[in-house]
């Protein structure tokens, strides 16, 4: 089954009323959460403690475990000089996925630090910026020639979830909704070890996948 043959549960419209941020190129305290910097906890991404089987096929990256839909690639960027895996990415027909857990609070809080300094990033790269709510707070949308981006972030006890997106502007409309529903599908496991805020958890490799990039690398 594909990760996109149920809707999500909905509370008094909400999905429809956050369904693209408001065009704006500053982030305001209203594009948080009022009460809590912790989004709701019911309806994913989950704690690896919390979560029970669904039946989705994941890839399971250690820290993250992440839905592959239907008829999706993933990709494997390596880091050349840790000698490590840099990313992981799921290749939709809507665009390039990436999603990265780190080390936060546990009051929360981290992704309206590192939103921010992203859109403050990308402003200083040439690109068009707009700011709004989503489904999990606030999202960030940015063009940059013909690529359009769209960022969410996460908060949860311990650990912050990043997806992030890039395709082309035509399909910019419908790779939003692909983005959330991975994201709300995906599963961090942070572990028990402490670790200093912002620290990327480490991702490792399925062995079969492993084996096949050292193969590719032997060869090359």
């Known amino acids: ?10 509370e008094g419209g909400s999905a429809g009323r956050h369904a693209a941020p408001e065009a704006d190129d500053t982030i305001e305290d209203e594009a948080y959460d009022e009460e809590s910097e912790l989004s709701d906890v019911s309806d994913g991404p989950y704690d690896v403690a919390d979560f029970e089987d669904d039946g989705i096929p994941r890839i399971d990256l250690g820290s993250v475990k992440v839905p ?4 999706s690639q993933v990709q494997v960027e390596m880091d050349p000089e840790a000698g490590g895996v840099r990313a992981v990415h799921v290749v ?19 992704w309206r630090e590192v939103s921010s300094e992203l859109a403050d ?15 999990w707070g606030l999202e960030i949308s940015a063009i940059i020639g013909d690529v359009a981006l769209r960022f969410v972030g996460v ?4 650990w912050m979830l990043r997806g992030v997106i890039a395709g082309p502007q035509s399909e910019a409309a419908a790779a939003v909704e692909v983005l959330r529903e991975i994201v709300r599908r995906t599963i961090v496991d942070r572990g028990d070890a402490p670790m200093p805020v912002r620290t990327p958890l480490t991702i490792t490799l399925p062995e079969a996948v492993a084996e096949h990039i050292a ?5 090359g």
């Open 1 to 10: 089954m594909g990760i996109f043959g149920r809707k999500r549960r909905t």
């Open 68 to 71: 592959v839909p239907d008829g």
């Open 92 to 110: 939709t027909e809507q665009g390039q996925i990436t999603v990265s857990a780190y080390a936060a609070p546990r009051s929360g809080g981290l």
């Open 121 to 135: 990033q990308l402003r200083s790269d040439g690109a068009k910026v707009s700011i709004g709510r989503g489904v």
């Open 155 to 158: 908060d949860r006890p311990r």
């Open 215 to 219: 193969a590719q690398q032997q060869q």
